[in-house]
Protein backbone atom coordinates (compact mmCIF):
# COMPACT_ATOMS: atom_id res chain seq x y z
CA UNK A 1 0.00 0.00 0.00
CA UNK A 2 2.80 2.42 0.69
CA UNK A 3 4.42 1.90 -2.84
CA UNK A 4 1.18 2.63 -4.34
CA UNK A 5 0.69 -1.11 -5.37
CA UNK A 6 -2.58 -2.90 -6.48
CA UNK A 7 -2.36 -6.03 -4.62
CA UNK A 8 -5.01 -7.62 -6.49
CA UNK A 9 -2.92 -7.34 -9.57
CA UNK A 10 0.00 -8.86 -8.26
CA UNK A 11 -2.04 -11.36 -7.23
CA UNK A 12 -3.21 -12.08 -10.91
CA UNK A 13 0.19 -11.57 -12.02
CA UNK A 14 1.49 -13.88 -9.58
CA UNK A 15 -1.51 -16.50 -10.52
CA UNK A 16 -0.50 -16.04 -14.64
CA UNK A 17 3.21 -16.50 -14.10
CA UNK A 18 2.31 -19.87 -12.21
CA UNK A 19 -1.17 -21.14 -13.07
CA UNK A 20 -0.34 -24.20 -11.46
CA UNK A 21 0.96 -23.35 -8.16
CA UNK A 22 -1.14 -23.52 -5.43
CA UNK A 23 -0.94 -19.51 -4.07
CA UNK A 24 -0.99 -19.73 -0.35
CA UNK A 25 -2.05 -16.66 2.34
CA UNK A 26 -1.82 -16.63 5.64
CA UNK A 27 -5.27 -14.86 7.07
CA UNK A 28 -6.25 -13.67 10.51
CA UNK A 29 -9.74 -14.38 10.88
CA UNK A 30 -12.29 -11.76 11.75
CA UNK A 31 -9.56 -9.40 11.11
CA UNK A 32 -8.53 -10.17 7.81
CA UNK A 33 -4.92 -9.14 7.18
CA UNK A 34 -4.97 -6.27 10.13
CA UNK A 35 -5.74 -5.47 13.72
CA UNK A 36 -9.44 -4.98 13.89
CA UNK A 37 -12.36 -7.03 13.65
CA UNK A 38 -14.44 -6.82 10.62
CA UNK A 39 -18.30 -7.85 10.11
CA UNK A 40 -19.29 -11.29 8.55
CA UNK A 41 -19.86 -9.67 5.04
CA UNK A 42 -16.66 -7.89 4.90
CA UNK A 43 -14.89 -11.34 5.34
CA UNK A 44 -16.76 -13.14 2.69
CA UNK A 45 -16.23 -10.28 0.35
CA UNK A 46 -12.50 -10.10 1.19
CA UNK A 47 -12.01 -13.68 0.68
CA UNK A 48 -14.77 -13.66 -2.71
CA UNK A 49 -11.95 -11.25 -3.84
CA UNK A 50 -8.63 -13.02 -3.11
CA UNK A 51 -10.18 -16.81 -4.72
CA UNK A 52 -11.16 -14.38 -7.47
CA UNK A 53 -7.83 -12.95 -8.13
CA UNK A 54 -6.09 -16.45 -7.82
CA UNK A 55 -5.61 -17.21 -4.27
CA UNK A 56 -6.10 -21.37 -3.85
CA UNK A 57 -5.11 -21.86 0.06
CA UNK A 58 -6.03 -19.95 3.29
CA UNK A 59 -4.35 -20.34 6.51
CA UNK A 60 -6.71 -18.98 8.79
CA UNK A 61 -6.01 -18.16 12.34
CA UNK A 62 -6.79 -16.53 15.33
CA UNK A 63 -3.94 -15.19 18.05
CA UNK A 64 -6.24 -16.22 20.86
CA UNK A 65 -6.88 -19.87 19.18
CA UNK A 66 -10.95 -18.64 19.35
CA UNK A 67 -12.69 -20.81 16.57
CA UNK A 68 -15.39 -18.70 17.21
CA UNK A 69 -12.99 -15.71 15.33
CA UNK A 70 -11.95 -17.95 12.31
CA UNK A 71 -15.59 -19.70 11.61
CA UNK A 72 -16.90 -16.57 9.22
CA UNK A 73 -13.30 -16.88 7.37
CA UNK A 74 -13.02 -20.77 6.74
CA UNK A 75 -16.85 -20.91 5.50
CA UNK A 76 -16.34 -18.28 3.50
CA UNK A 77 -12.82 -19.89 1.73
CA UNK A 78 -14.92 -23.30 1.61
CA UNK A 79 -18.37 -21.68 0.04
CA UNK A 80 -15.46 -20.22 -2.79
CA UNK A 81 -14.24 -24.10 -3.27
CA UNK A 82 -10.78 -22.47 -1.87
CA UNK A 83 -9.17 -24.69 0.81
CA UNK A 84 -9.56 -23.65 3.89
CA UNK A 85 -6.83 -24.76 6.93
CA UNK A 86 -7.47 -24.08 10.02
CA UNK A 87 -4.58 -23.03 12.45
CA UNK A 88 -3.59 -24.03 16.41
CA UNK A 89 -1.59 -20.99 17.11
CA UNK A 90 1.42 -23.00 19.39
CA UNK A 91 2.20 -21.58 22.69
CA UNK A 92 2.71 -22.60 25.95
CA UNK A 93 1.14 -21.85 29.56
CA UNK A 94 -0.67 -24.14 32.25
CA UNK A 95 -3.87 -23.50 30.00
CA UNK A 96 -2.13 -25.33 27.13
CA UNK A 97 -1.85 -28.29 27.17
CA UNK A 98 -2.53 -31.62 24.67
CA UNK A 99 -6.41 -32.02 25.63
CA UNK A 100 -6.31 -28.08 24.33
CA UNK A 101 -5.09 -28.94 21.33
CA UNK A 102 -6.30 -31.47 20.55
CA UNK A 103 -10.21 -29.78 21.39
CA UNK A 104 -9.42 -26.88 19.48
CA UNK A 105 -8.78 -29.44 16.25
CA UNK A 106 -11.93 -30.82 16.49
CA UNK A 107 -13.70 -27.78 17.18
CA UNK A 108 -12.03 -26.64 13.55
CA UNK A 109 -12.90 -30.03 12.13
CA UNK A 110 -16.67 -29.77 12.98
CA UNK A 111 -16.61 -25.60 11.44
CA UNK A 112 -14.88 -27.73 8.10
CA UNK A 113 -11.75 -27.84 7.16
CA UNK A 114 -9.91 -29.24 4.48
CA UNK A 115 -6.57 -28.99 6.92
CA UNK A 116 -5.40 -27.99 10.42
CA UNK A 117 -1.55 -26.30 10.77
CA UNK A 118 0.23 -26.17 13.79
CA UNK A 119 1.85 -22.56 13.56
CA UNK A 120 5.01 -22.33 15.82
CA UNK A 121 5.01 -18.62 15.26
CA UNK A 122 7.63 -17.94 18.67
CA UNK A 123 9.78 -21.55 17.79
CA UNK A 124 9.08 -22.37 20.91
CA UNK A 125 8.03 -26.37 20.10
CA UNK A 126 10.34 -28.47 21.75
CA UNK A 127 11.39 -31.77 19.34
CA UNK A 128 9.71 -34.01 21.59
CA UNK A 129 6.37 -31.90 21.96
CA UNK A 130 6.10 -31.67 18.45
CA UNK A 131 5.95 -35.62 18.42
CA UNK A 132 3.31 -35.69 20.97
CA UNK A 133 1.14 -33.11 19.44
CA UNK A 134 1.14 -34.26 15.88
CA UNK A 135 1.10 -38.28 17.17
CA UNK A 136 -1.96 -37.82 18.87
CA UNK A 137 -3.81 -35.46 16.64
CA UNK A 138 -3.06 -38.31 13.48
CA UNK A 139 -3.94 -40.69 15.88
CA UNK A 140 -7.92 -39.29 16.21
CA UNK A 141 -8.10 -37.69 12.84
CA UNK A 142 -8.65 -38.51 9.44
CA UNK A 143 -7.06 -35.19 8.36
CA UNK A 144 -4.28 -33.72 6.39
CA UNK A 145 -1.62 -31.63 9.19
CA UNK A 146 0.87 -28.85 8.44
CA UNK A 147 3.72 -27.97 10.50
CA UNK A 148 4.80 -24.11 10.21
CA UNK A 149 8.08 -23.46 12.48
CA UNK A 150 9.85 -20.16 13.04
CA UNK A 151 13.97 -21.37 14.07
CA UNK A 152 14.12 -18.00 16.46
CA UNK A 153 15.12 -20.52 19.34
CA UNK A 154 17.34 -23.15 17.65
CA UNK A 155 14.91 -25.62 17.89
CA UNK A 156 12.74 -25.53 14.69
CA UNK A 157 14.84 -28.10 12.95
CA UNK A 158 14.11 -30.81 15.41
CA UNK A 159 10.90 -30.09 15.63
CA UNK A 160 10.22 -30.48 12.25
CA UNK A 161 12.35 -33.67 11.96
CA UNK A 162 9.87 -35.29 14.76
CA UNK A 163 7.05 -34.03 13.30
CA UNK A 164 7.70 -35.78 10.47
CA UNK A 165 9.04 -38.90 11.93
CA UNK A 166 5.32 -38.92 13.86
CA UNK A 167 3.33 -38.27 10.51
CA UNK A 168 2.64 -35.16 9.41
CA UNK A 169 1.50 -34.67 6.15
CA UNK A 170 3.85 -31.26 5.34
CA UNK A 171 6.12 -28.58 6.74
CA UNK A 172 6.98 -25.17 5.81
CA UNK A 173 10.83 -24.31 5.09
CA UNK A 174 12.90 -22.30 3.02
CA UNK A 175 15.63 -21.78 0.84
CA UNK A 176 19.02 -21.30 2.92
CA UNK A 177 20.05 -18.23 2.13
CA UNK A 178 16.71 -17.25 3.62
CA UNK A 179 16.30 -19.21 6.22
CA UNK A 180 17.31 -19.37 9.85
CA UNK A 181 16.59 -16.72 12.80
CA UNK A 182 12.99 -15.44 12.74
CA UNK A 183 12.62 -17.35 9.43
CA UNK A 184 11.79 -21.28 8.74
CA UNK A 185 14.66 -23.83 8.91
CA UNK A 186 16.72 -24.62 5.53
CA UNK A 187 15.24 -27.04 3.42
CA UNK A 188 18.55 -28.20 2.30
CA UNK A 189 18.60 -28.99 5.78
CA UNK A 190 15.87 -31.55 6.13
CA UNK A 191 15.74 -33.22 2.65
CA UNK A 192 19.38 -33.68 2.73
Not at 72 to 91: F, W
Not at 128 to 143: F, G, H, P, T, W
Request: net charge negative; glycine share 6%.
Amino acid sequence: RFLGEDPWLRLRELKKAMPKTPLQMLLRGQNLLGYRHYADDVVERFVERAVKNGMDVFRVFDAMNDPRNMKAALQAVRSHGAHAQGTLSYTTSPAHTLQTWLDLTEQLLETGVDSIAIKDMSGILTPMAAYELVSEIKKRYDVRLHLHCHATTGMAEMALLKAIEAGVDGVDTAISSMSATYGHPATEALVA
